[in-house]
């Protein structure tokens, strides 16, 4: 997802700069933590309900915070990022006292807290919430006009967090395992967020009520309003789990164009329920909602802005030609229902598990319409797009992902694991089989990395260690002389002993093992070696194996 010369041009090199500079906060330690206010409670439910005010880009409402208590403790931890604020808290009637710090808030309960109950609390606030400068990048509120002056209205916070415009509890580890939205705007504009809606209140001060309801767990970014002049329409896909409702919004001025670039919507999701098992997600259905940014994989509520044109932004990013056959941001942010909103990472370090997995995705969907080797382009063409500056896995407990390499560089890990395991139906059933696993759970990368390396039945820690915790590229060095292939891993971790694929001279693929010892096998011919293009490494040949 970036912006100007490729997807992840600018936003790279961002990371790169920031990563040189910066100092991470008490305020990082509060919002990236298990802090013991949040530890002792466990999330079950949120009813948002929020008066947006486009007039004046403000906000007021309350949030019901329903929980169950794991251990009796007397202080809570809300966070609510600055500017907003939050100006009553009460449970049970009750009025409580509460103090700030930095994005935090402390509120200290009066009511004993007794192991294995359950119990709520409600937050009112209200403010006027950030505004998105690069929306969905610098994420927060966008304020925009459709064509007739108009509101035009979409929120977008991954990183940096639900928080930015309601009170949460604001970190991945734990999600309601249901939710009610309800959002108030102004006549004629409608709301569309997460879930299905349930009812439309007509209010006498010329604003209507939108109700929805989310019946699946879902993380605190996955959360948003999208508030415009919409025509809507909706369809069905027959898909694996029965009949999924799909519902689709536009403006006015762009329905005969979202009409017709829509309807890549069933073709995407037939393919994704291919590769990874059912859309997790059918009791709350399928939306794509056009809003005045780029766009996001808000849970069954996807967001859609570009363009409506093949590409990201009319670029094919591998520069294949393959790119240009689908729409980047229908396939891209919908592939994030399984990897984001179906299997959600504990932790913003391991914010690979969604951008891998699902930039992976682009690939699978380009195999399944086009074939193998139209898949195996894409991904390899979107190679020139790693920058290798630093580690994928971020830095823990201080909510900080890690490079933007977990696009490109971890969807070619994927490609290269595949080849590892050199089977493509157990590939697959290791896809379909960890939705099924860790179907709506919130996990580690060790987590994921066990699973995969138990499923293939090889160890593949070094593999992982090497493409995510390391930034070198592993080269393969060779020599060959008097009909001996000399052969061993350099530029790698300790220990790593991947094997890869080469071609024999009766062009057949055969299997090496190195390590980085010398190792040597007979051949016929002093040719090159002929590694498959599928495993991101470097191959060097030497003059000499020494």
């Given at each position: 997802?970036?912006?100007?010369?490729?997807?992840?041009?600018?936003?790279?090199?961002?990371?790169?700069?920031?990563?040189?500079?910066?100092?991470?906060?008490?305020?990082?330690t509060?919002r990236?933590s298990?802090?013991?206010?949040?530890?002792?409670?466990?999330?079950?439910?949120?009813?948002?309900?929020?008066?947006?005010?486009?007039?004046?880009?403000t906000?007021?409402?309350?949030?019901?915070?329903?929980?169950?208590?794991?251990?009796?403790?007397?202080?809570?931890?809300?966070?609510?990022?600055?500017?907003?604020n939050?100006?009553?808290?009460?449970?049970?009637g009750?009025?409580?006292?509460?103090?700030?710090?930095?994005?935090?808030?402390?509120?200290?309960?009066?009511?004993?807290?007794?192991?294995?109950?359950?119990?709520s609390?409600?937050?009112?606030?209200?403010?006027r919430p950030?505004v998105?400068?690069?929306?969905?990048?610098?994420?927060?509120?966008?304020?925009?006009?459709?064509?007739d002056?108009l509101?035009?209205?979409?929120?977008?916070?991954?990183?940096?967090?639900?928080?930015?415009?309601?009170?949460?509890?604001?970190h991945?580890?734990?999600?309601?395992?249901?939710?009610?939205?309800?959002?108030?705007?102004?006549?004629?504009?409608?709301?569309?967020?997460?879930?299905?809606l349930?009812?439309?209140?007509?209010?006498?001060?010329?604003?209507?009520?939108f109700?929805?309801?989310?019946?699946?767990?879902?993380?605190?970014y996955?959360?948003?309003?999208?508030?415009?002049?919409?025509?809507?329409?909706?369809?069905?896909?027959?898909?694996?789990?029965g009949?999924?409702?799909?519902?689709?919004?536009?403006?006015?001025?762009?329905?005969?164009?979202?009409?017709?670039?829509?309807?890549?919507?069933?073709?995407?999701?037939?393919?994704?329920?291919?590769?990874?098992?059912?859309?997790?997600?059918?009791?709350d259905?399928?939306?794509?909602?056009?809003?005045?940014?780029?766009?996001?994989?808000?849970?069954?509520?996807?967001?859609?802005?570009?363009?409506?044109?093949?590409?990201y932004?009319?670029?094919?990013?591998?520069?294949?030609?393959?790119?240009?056959?689908?729409?980047?941001?229908?396939?891209?942010?919908?592939?994030?229902?399984?990897?984001?909103?179906?299997?959600t990472?504990?932790?913003?370090?391991?914010?690979?598990?969604?951008?891998?997995?699902?930039?992976?995705s682009?690939?699978?969907?380009?195999?399944?319409?086009y074939?193998?080797?139209a898949g195996?382009?894409?991904?390899?063409?979107?190679?020139?797009?790693?920058?290798?500056?630093?580690?994928?896995?971020?830095?823990?407990?201080?909510?900080?992902?890690?490079?933007?390499?977990?696009?490109?560089k971890?969807?070619?890990?994927?490609?290269?694991?595949?080849q590892?395991?050199?089977n493509?139906?157990?590939?697959?059933?290791?896809l379909?089989?960890?939705?099924?696993?860790?179907?709506?759970?919130?996990?580690?990368?060790q987590?994921?990395?066990?699973?995969?390396?138990?499923?293939?039945?090889?160890?593949?820690?070094?593999?992982?260690?090497?493409?995510l915790?390391d930034?070198?590229?592993?080269?393969?060095?060779?020599?060959?002389?008097?009909?001996?292939?000399?052969y061993?891993?350099?530029?790698?971790?300790?220990?790593?002993?991947?094997?890869?694929?080469?071609?024999?001279?009766?062009?057949?693929?055969?299997?090496?093992?190195?390590?980085?010892?010398?190792?040597?096998?007979?051949?016929?011919k002093?040719?090159?070696l002929?590694?498959?293009?599928?495993?991101?490494?470097?191959?060097?040949?030497?003059a000499?194996?020494?």
């Amino acid at each position: 997802m970036k912006v100007l010369y490729t997807f992840a041009l600018v936003f790279l090199l961002q990371l790169a700069a920031s990563a040189q500079t910066y100092i991470f906060t008490h305020d990082d330690t509060l919002r990236g933590s298990i802090t013991k206010e949040r530890a002792w409670w466990d999330l079950q439910f949120y009813h948002l309900n929020v008066r947006v005010q486009p007039q004046d880009s403000t906000l007021n409402g309350s949030v019901t915070v329903r929980y169950k208590v794991l251990q009796p403790y007397q202080t809570l931890q809300i966070d609510l990022q600055r500017p907003m604020n939050i100006s009553r808290v009460t449970q049970d009637g009750q009025t409580l006292s509460f103090r700030r710090d930095g994005n935090a808030f402390f509120i200290d309960l009066v009511k004993k807290q007794e192991a294995q109950k359950q119990e709520s609390l409600v937050i009112e606030y209200n403010g006027r919430p950030h505004v998105a400068k690069r929306a969905p990048w610098d994420g927060g509120f966008s304020w925009k006009k459709d064509k007739d002056g108009l509101p035009f209205v979409a929120t977008s916070c991954q990183g940096l967090g639900a928080s930015v415009w309601w009170p949460c509890k604001d970190h991945m580890y734990d999600e309601p395992d249901s939710m009610r939205i309800s959002v108030t705007v102004p006549k004629p504009l409608m709301d569309i967020s997460n879930g299905r809606l349930r009812s439309i209140t007509e209010n006498l001060d010329g604003t209507r009520t939108f109700d929805w309801y989310v019946q699946n767990p879902i993380n605190n970014y996955g959360v948003n309003v999208n508030i415009g002049n919409y025509v809507a329409w909706t369809d069905t896909l027959n898909g694996e789990k029965g009949t999924l409702d799909l519902s689709f919004y536009a403006l006015a001025e762009n329905l005969d164009k979202a009409k017709t670039q829509f309807q890549q919507t069933k073709p995407m999701l037939r393919a994704f329920e291919h590769w990874f098992g059912p859309y997790p997600f059918y009791e709350d259905s399928y939306k794509l909602v056009e809003v005045p940014y780029l766009g996001m994989e808000h849970q069954s509520s996807v967001t859609y802005g570009n363009g409506y044109k093949n590409g990201y932004l009319g670029r094919d990013l591998s520069a294949t030609g393959w790119g240009l056959k689908w729409d980047f941001i229908i396939i891209h942010e919908s592939g994030h229902e399984w990897y984001a909103n179906n299997i959600t990472y504990k932790d913003q370090a391991d914010m690979w598990i969604h951008e891998s997995f699902t930039n992976y995705s682009e690939n699978l969907y380009t195999e399944y319409y086009y074939g193998k080797e139209a898949g195996s382009d894409y991904v390899i063409g979107c190679r020139k797009l790693i920058r290798n500056d630093k580690p994928i896995i971020g830095t823990y407990n201080v909510n900080r992902s890690g490079s933007g390499d977990m696009y490109y560089k971890g969807g070619n890990m994927l490609h290269t694991i595949r080849q590892i395991i050199n089977n493509d139906e157990k590939w697959r059933g290791i896809l379909r089989g960890m939705n099924k696993t860790f179907y709506h759970q919130t996990v580690t990368t060790q987590q994921i990395e066990d699973y995969i390396s138990n499923e293939a039945g090889i160890n593949l820690s070094k593999v992982f260690d090497q493409y995510l915790r390391d930034i070198r590229i592993p080269v393969l060095e060779y020599h060959i002389e008097k009909k001996k292939l000399s052969y061993r891993w350099n530029n790698v971790v300790e220990g790593f002993d991947m094997p890869i694929k080469y071609k024999a001279e009766n062009g057949e693929w055969k299997t090496l093992k190195p390590t980085t010892q010398w190792k040597s096998i007979k051949v016929k011919k002093s040719s090159a070696l002929d590694v498959d293009r599928g495993f991101y490494i470097e191959v060097k040949k030497l003059a000499s194996a020494s």
